[in-house]
């Protein structure tokens, strides 16, 4: 869909930039005076290139760390986790009360059971919110794509709403053509 200058509004020797054409028509400025968000979409118009050739869409670039954080946060915050948690928690308990009775390696009220809670919670509260920051940072960029996709089917629109008007103004003078000839004879 890219588009040219009318060769009638310029000298024949200057060829505008279709960059310019593209601002100038659909957000009334300069291209020099866009945000880099509306200049990545003129030139994906201009370019025609579809948006799913971003690579940024199909790469995984984080680190072991990164990932190993993201499985821990989808283990630790899913329905089996809890229900096998908490299984593990009454077979503490029972284990320790009923079972070992007085010869118990952790007593009611299970301080050892608190203390091993309480480093689990430690480690597991800041890896499971570094990978919710990097989510929100994923959903911010799909926010962008997404943008950028809404701004370039405007544009197309736009150039199809422009293709009809002329077709239409064509066809209104294709069909007066045959009625004044018909006036003339």
């Not at 000298?11 to 291209?31: M, N, T």
């Not at 790469?59 to 760390?65: C, E, I, L």
């Not at 009775?101 to 570094?130: C, E, H, K, W």
Request: charged share 20%; proline share 5%; glycine share 4%.
């Amino acid at each position: 869909m890219a588009r040219v200058a009318n060769p009638k509004a310029a000298p024949r020797s200057k060829v505008e930039d279709p960059h310019e054409v593209l601002a100038r028509e659909l957000l009334a400025c300069r291209y020099a005076e866009l945000t880099p968000i509306q200049k990545s979409v003129i030139d994906l118009v201009v370019t025609e290139a579809p948006t799913s050739a971003n690579p940024s869409l199909h790469r995984d670039d984080r680190t072991f760390g990164q990932r190993l954080a993201d499985h821990v946060a989808d283990i630790g915050g899913s329905w089996g986790f809890i229900i096998g948690f908490g299984l593990f928690l009454a077979a503490w308990a029972v284990v320790n009360m009923v079972l070992l009775g007085t010869r118990a390696f952790d007593p009611f009220p299970f301080i050892f059971l608190n203390l091993m809670l309480s480093m689990l919670a430690a480690l597991q509260a800041p890896i499971i919110m570094m990978s919710q920051n990097r989510q929100a940072a994923k959903d911010r960029l799909e926010a962008r794509l997404d943008y950028e996709t809404n701004l370039r089917a405007e544009a197309q629109i736009e150039g199809l709403h422009e293709k009809i008007e002329l077709l239409q103004a064509q066809i209104a003078l294709l069909v007066a053509e045959p009625a004044a000839r018909r006036i003339d004879s």
